[in-house]
């Protein structure tokens, strides 16, 4: 399975971006890349996610290089409530298992 | 709508004993998976179940763990003589489809302590 690296964690200034790196190095052309967030004490939610193109929703957006051996998660805004771990993983349609690793713990600092 | 729901929130048992862990998924969701997050680790994928077809268990760490899922909805994780490692929070997930790129929707988990 291919595998992330990201930081282990982050502080953001509230109200500015945040911006989480995540390398996905060994990436596969039908791999996914998908980001997930866990709120102290709460099951992950899910954030966004893209193959190729970069990506955006109503709670972030998405850059994935060319290359696609590395992708950034950018908050616009970041809040408080923001203040979680953000897990960057990658998913192959054709396997039955996820890989999370441990995630960047964001912190966001009034 | 409601979301992913799992009972119990919290579990202490005694080493030895065996747990039950139940899911509730969404309504309409045919795909279903457990984690386990351990004290400082990432998730942890242990089984995913998929309509009416057989589970995929690669992810159990042993033959103590089980895991049914009933009607194609409600699913039970079992554990059997639980060990101190087993003490971590279990999060159930589910997905409209079968397919790992599809977005998965978390409860809240069920945190497990073996004394």
């Known amino acids: 399975d291919a595998k992330t690296t990201q930081p282990t964690s982050m502080d953001c200034a509230e109200g500015r971006a945040a911006n989480l790196p995540c390398n996905h190095s060994t990436i596969s052309g039908n791999e996914y890349v998908y980001w997930y967030r866990q709120i102290h004490s709460q099951g992950p939610q899910y954030i966004i996610h893209?193959?190729?193109n970069n990506e955006t929703n109503e709670m972030a957006s998405l850059i994935i290089t060319e290359d696609r051996k590395s992708s950034t998660l950018i908050l616009p805004h970041a809040t408080l409530r923001d203040t979680a771990v953000y897990y960057c993983?990658?998913?192959?349609?054709?396997?039955?298992?996820?890989?999370f690793g441990t995630g960047t713990r964001l912190t966001v600092i009034p | 709508g409601a979301g992913v729901s799992q009972s119990p929130s919290n579990k202490v048992t005694e080493k030895g004993k065996d747990v039950e862990l139940r899911c509730d998924p969404i309504s309409g969701h045919t795909a279903l998976y457990w984690y386990r997050q351990s004290l400082g680790q990432g998730l942890e994928f242990l089984i995913y179940f998929q309509g009416n077809s057989a589970p995929d268990k690669s992810g159990l760490p042993s033959d103590r763990f089980s895991a049914e899922r009933t009607g194609g909805s409600v699913s039970t994780l079992t554990i059997q003589r639980t060990q101190q490692e087993d003490s971590a929070v279990y999060l159930c997930?589910?997905?409209?489809?079968?397919?790992?790129?599809?977005?998965?929707?978390f409860g809240p988990g069920t945190r497990l302590t073996v004394l």
């Open positions: 997930a589910s997905s409209t489809q079968s397919g790992l790129t599809d977005t998965q929707y």
């Open positions: 993983i990658v998913v192959d349609a054709g396997a039955n298992n996820l890989f």
């Open positions: 893209g193959l190729k």
